[in-house]
């Protein structure tokens, strides 16, 4: 199995730019569809976006894409969330998870998570 490990995040004014890290241990991420997802107090877990495991295509959730981009350095085992323009409503703890299907996008499809990173956005 694999362990994930989040980090980057922190306090970051509207309008600047987060890159949160996943760094993985155990197995490759190359072999799991990766994604991100948050969760703001009170409100369900939201998908952000995603890597598939064999074709490396991204997909995004559409409030987010443009703003959002995921890569994945196999060579380094580690997925990245860039963020940029970010606003108050990003707020939340971001996760990453890793998934056996091909195009999940439902936390139910995922197999493993990290342990997620605050990220505040002030206004």
């Known amino acids: 199995q694999v362990q994930l490990v989040e980090s980057g995040g922190g306090l970051v004014q509207a309008g600047g730019s987060l890159r949160l890290s996943c760094a993985a241990s155990?197995?490759?991420?190359?072999?799991?569809?990766m994604a991100w997802f948050r969760q703001a107090p009170g409100k369900e877990r939201e998908f952000v976006g995603r890597?598939?495991?064999?074709?490396?295509?991204?997909f995004y959730s559409d409030s987010l894409k443009g703003r959002f981009t995921i890569s994945r350095d196999n060579a380094k085992n580690t997925l990245y969330l860039q963020m940029n323009s970010l606003k108050p409503e990003d707020t939340a703890v971001y996760y990453c998870?890793?998934?056996?299907?091909?195009?999940?996008?439902?936390?139910?499809?995922?197999?493993?998570w990290g342990q997620g990173t605050q990220v505040t956005v002030s206004s």
């Open positions: 998870a890793a998934s056996n299907s091909l195009y999940p996008s439902q936390p139910r499809q995922f197999d493993y």
């Open positions: 890597v598939a495991r064999s074709t490396g295509n991204t």
């Open positions: 155990g197995r490759t991420l190359s072999g799991y569809s």
